[in-house]
């Protein structure tokens, strides 16, 4: 499929609904993104950049929503950096459909869909970056599975969702923060890769 315009497809409202559809088929872990939108990290061959304000709210929403996965996004750049915190439907999901949707929040996450076309639509508005993607992995360790690079890549299996965005995976071990992992679009490698996190003051 080619890669689309996210700033259209976010202003049809059946899209919401196509997301929750979506979801439905997911094998494992994760939400389905979104598709792409035009962002820009602080990004060198090595390392990414977020604030000490942004990872310590990650850190804080991650500990406060334990044993349930978190989720949310980070927008725009230096001073205008901000965090949009979704909230998890995933337990809902699992209540009313438990065939379609196997896993509850402690294993998994779905973003509430208005809310995830309210950040998509405002990073377009005020022509912000969507700098991260994130969500916590509640009592295990910070990483990316393959169902996660499927779901990264969901329209194009060679192509990123969000092209610029990196995605925040924190570990989160009897309510208390342990550590995060940042993953990369690596286009040589054409997969996501571990890359350090700076957190800057």
């Known amino acids: 499929m080619t890669r689309r315009n996210y700033q259209t497809i976010a202003k049809r409202s059946k899209y919401a609904t196509a997301i929750v559809a979506a979801n439905t088929m997911a094998a494992d872990r994760k939400t389905i993104d979104l598709p792409p939108t035009p962002a820009k990290l602080r990004i060198t061959m090595s390392k990414i950049a977020i604030s000490r304000r942004s990872m310590d709210a990650i850190a804080a929403q991650a500990e406060r929503e334990f044993p349930d996965e978190c989720c949310g996004f980070v927008i725009g750049a230096g001073a205008d950096e901000q965090i949009r ?50 969500h916590s992995h509640p009592d295990h360790d910070a990483y ?58």
């Not at 699992?94 to 509430?112: C, I, K, S, V, W």
């Open 144 to 201: 990316f599975s393959p169902t996660d690079r499927a779901q990264a890549c969901s329209f194009d299996p060679t192509e990123p969702d969000y092209p610029g965005t990196a995605y925040i995976v924190v570990s989160v071990r009897d309510g208390k923060f342990v550590r995060a992992a940042t993953f990369a679009w690596d286009s040589a490698a054409r997969d996501f890769i571990e890359t350090p996190l700076i957190v800057e003051s």
């Open 85 to 134: 915190p979704i909230t998890n439907i995933q337990n809902r999901k699992h209540a009313e459909n438990p065939a379609a949707y196997p896993r509850d929040a402690r294993t998994a996450y779905l973003m509430e869909p208005k809310e995830h076309l309210a950040v998509l639509e405002e990073v377009d508005r005020r022509k912000l970056p969507l700098r991260f993607v994130y």
